[in-house]
Each structure stands twice: as structure tokens, then as C-alpha cells.
């Protein structure tokens, strides 16, 4: 992993501190001068705009993101049933079912005898 050698390493709290300034910042870029679109607003409004305009123009995964921000995101249900029940109590559910078919459904245990040789 490279090192920087010429600046010290931020802390992480350092650096969680830097994004809400840097997002506060004026915007400096294209479209930022006097009379332009993006005259005197910060990077977090350009990047809020053309974000929505991205969305705008059919970027599905834009629209996607500022709809989850602003409506939150769909909650997930998860439907769960808990059932308390032996292995004993199956095997005797499991039989009655098989002896409760229509006449001649049983199962019935059996032996074959061999026949003797004449």
C-alpha cells in the first residue's frame, strides 16, 4: 500500500471532518463564473444538481439514489413461522396421513415367505 511521504497520515476523525467542508466549499469549475448556472453555490449544490438532472435524463441508478434519500428506502418484510414439534409427533402425524387415504391406500408391513421346492 503506498505511503504518502511528503504530507503526515489524516486520523479518521480527520478525515470524516474534511467531507462536510469540502462539500461546503464555493465551486470553482465549469458553469461557476458571474451569470453562469452555477454562480456562487457550493460543491454540494452542483453535485445535488446535476445529480437530479442525471436522474432527469433517465439514469435510472440516480434517480434511484435521490428517491432512497429523500423517501428512504423500502423497508424488506421478512415473514417468519416458528413450529414446536417432536420427531415422535411427525412420525404419528406422518402414519395417520398415510392410513387415513382412500381403502387400499395402506401400507401394510409384510414378510415374503420362500415357497419350499416339490
Known sequence: MPTPATVPLLAKSQ?????????????????????????GMSNIE??????AEAAADGNFDEL?????????RPKQSVERLNINVTYEDKLRELAEAENSGPRGSRI?????EAEAEL
Open 15 to 39: 478525515i470524516a471532518g474534511l467531507v462536510p467542508v469540502a462539500a461546503s466549499l464555493r465551486y470553482t469549475g465549469p458553469e461557476s463564473g458571474p451569470g453562469e448556472k452555477f454562480e
Open 46 to 51: 452542483v453535485a445535488t444538481i446535476r445529480q
Open 64 to 72: 434511484k439514489d435521490i428517491r432512497d434519500r429523500i423517501l428512504g
Open 108 to 112: 401394510i408391513d409384510a414378510e415374503a
